[in-house]
């Protein structure tokens, strides 16, 4: 498989591992220094393209990727407020697109926990919901794509909630964390907490390996639900 890197930080140095390990070729490292580079990318030097820069430069990586239809995979937090106006340039190009705020398996199955306590929580007023979420002192955004992604599925399942505004997150930024999440349900009488920790990156990076395996050869804009449980 001929893998391009675009962002070559701490995520695009951890897939660079596992895909040497899986004997792929990675036939483009393009960083901040050397983004010139994303032009010479098309479909013929490449199977599959793995996207974790920055909000900035997301879109208009992904953007380069669907238009040239290279099947491209993205882990960059931060710049949704864009991702309808991409599914549209990807349907309209006939692109191949996939976007994760995590793609760790654990964290996935946590999403899966996090609906089903919202939905059995769901007509107990007494219960405060409130989240935390840690993570290392470089990251950029604040909550983490993975929060919203919790308070998303919160909104989704309990219908005390119209907006993901409700939910109070609180988000720390210590040391080298790679990634922790806690759901806490709080009432005068008990607790209900539920919590995934990463304890490297390297779940992100095997997701994100196994999620450009998957879509190299299809067409459309796909959600990592569809990968792990087939429920399009
Ligand atoms: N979805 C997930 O599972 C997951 C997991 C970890 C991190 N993330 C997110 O992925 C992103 C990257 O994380 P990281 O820890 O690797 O960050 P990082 O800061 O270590 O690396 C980002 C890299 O992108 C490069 N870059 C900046 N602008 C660029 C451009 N225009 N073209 C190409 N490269 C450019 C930077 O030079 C840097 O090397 C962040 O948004 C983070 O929140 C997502």
């Not at 820069?53 to 380069?64: D, G, H, I, M, W």
């Not at 769901?122 to 993975?146: C, F, N």
Request: net charge negative.
């Amino acid at each position: 498989m001929k893998i391009a890197l675009i962002g070559y930080g701490k995520m695009g140095k951890t897939i660079h591992e596992l895909a040497e390990q899986h004997g792929d070729g990675v036939v483009f490292i393009i960083d901040r220094n050397s983004s010139d580079q994303l032009n010479h990318m098309n479909r013929e030097n490449v199977d599959v393209a793995i996207e974790f820069t920055n909000p900035e430069s997301a879109f208009e990586n992904l953007k380069y990727c669907v238009v040239n239809q290279i099947p491209v995979i993205s882990g960059t937090t931060g710049w949704l407020h864009r991702y309808d106006e991409l599914v549209r340039i990807c349907h309209k190009n006939d692109g191949t697109f996939m976007y994760a705020s995590n793609f760790s398996i654990g964290v996935n199955i946590f999403f899966e926990v996090n609906k089903f306590l919202a939905e059995k929580m769901s007509g107990y007023q007494e219960y405060r919901v409130s989240m935390e979420e840690i993570h290392h002192t470089e990251k950029l955004d604040a909550p983490s794509g993975t929060a919203i992604t919790l308070a998303e599925g919160i909104v989704e399942k309990n219908s005390r909630f119209e907006s993901v505004k409700e939910i109070d997150i609180h988000s720390k930024r210590i040391g080298k964390t790679p990634g922790t999440h806690t759901i806490e349900y709080h009432s005068p009488i008990d607790s209900i907490e539920i919590k995934h920790t990463a304890h490297s990156r390297r779940g992100f990076a095997k997701g994100a390996y196994e999620a450009a395996v998957w879509i190299k050869n299809k067409k459309g804009v796909f959600s990592i639900q569809d990968m792990l449980f087939g429920d399009q």
